[in-house]
Structure formats: structure tokens, C-alpha cells
Nanobody
Framework: QVQLVESGGGLVQAGGSLRLSCAAS????????MGWFRQAPGKERDIVAA????????YYADSVKGRFTISRDNAKNTVYLQMNSLKPEDTAVYYC????????????????WGQGTQVAVSS
């Protein structure tokens, strides 16, 4: 079992930045790929970014490339999402998730989820 707790959400103006953190506990953190997902009201939960267990492989959705950066600190059991140049369309609940599945680009591959943190971007 892996427990995940997100933090760092909030309200920011367009063009601003936020840094989300996700603290993990319960298992060997480096054995798990980590993903950030987001879900806006009335929409599906979509992947934002993912990172392999060792941190050497990263993936970004096209909508956030060049603006968001995923990283992890395995010594601290924490994964981060640095979000810059935020847009109103980035408004959503952001979730972190953990998996040992190699297909970590898809939400169904993740068995462990945090409770989510709200990000709101005003225009």
C-alpha cells in the first residue's frame, strides 16, 4: 500500500506559478513511477506529467510542455510539479498517483492516488 498526500494548490493569476508537492509513504518510493493528473469540472481525469522511478524518463501532456516540470526526490519520498505561465484552462483538481506499471501514461495504470489539491487560475 502507498499513501499519497498532495499540497501546494491555491489561487493564482494567469501567468503566475505554483509548485505542487506529493509526499509518499508506505513502500520503497523509487520502485514507483509517479504521475500528476488533473480533472476539471465535468471533464475526465487527464494526465499532466509522469516520471519514472529513477527520474530518468519524463512525460508531459502537450498542453503543458514548456510550462510545467515534474521532478522527484527519492530521498524525501516526494514528487513535485512546478507550474509556470499558468493559464485559466489549467484550473482543475490536481492528483498525484503511483504505479509499478510500465504503462504509466494512463490513469488506469495507477492503483494509488492522493486526495487531490485544487488549482485555480484567474484571468
Amino acid at each position: 500500500q502507498v499513501q499519497l498526500v498532495e499540497s501546494g494548490g491555491g489561487l493564482v493569476q494567469a501567468g503566475g506559478s505554483l509548485r505542487l508537492s506529493c509526499a509518499a509513504s508506505g513502500r520503497t518510493f523509487s520502485n514507483y513511477a509517479m504521475g500528476w493528473f488533473r480533472q476539471a469540472p465535468g471533464k475526465e481525469r487527464d494526465i499532466v506529467a509522469a516520471i519514472s522511478g529513477g527520474g530518468g524518463i519524463v512525460y508531459y501532456a502537450d498542453s503543458v510542455k514548456g510550462r510545467f516540470t515534474i521532478s522527484r526526490d527519492n530521498a524525501k519520498n516526494t514528487v513535485y510539479l512546478q507550474m509556470n505561465s499558468l493559464k485559466p484552462e489549467d484550473t482543475a483538481v490536481y492528483y498525484c498517483a503511483a504505479t509499478r506499471n510500465n504503462n504509466y501514461y494512463y490513469a488506469p495504470a495507477y492503483p494509488y492516488w492522493g486526495q487531490g489539491t485544487q488549482v485555480a487560475v484567474s484571468s
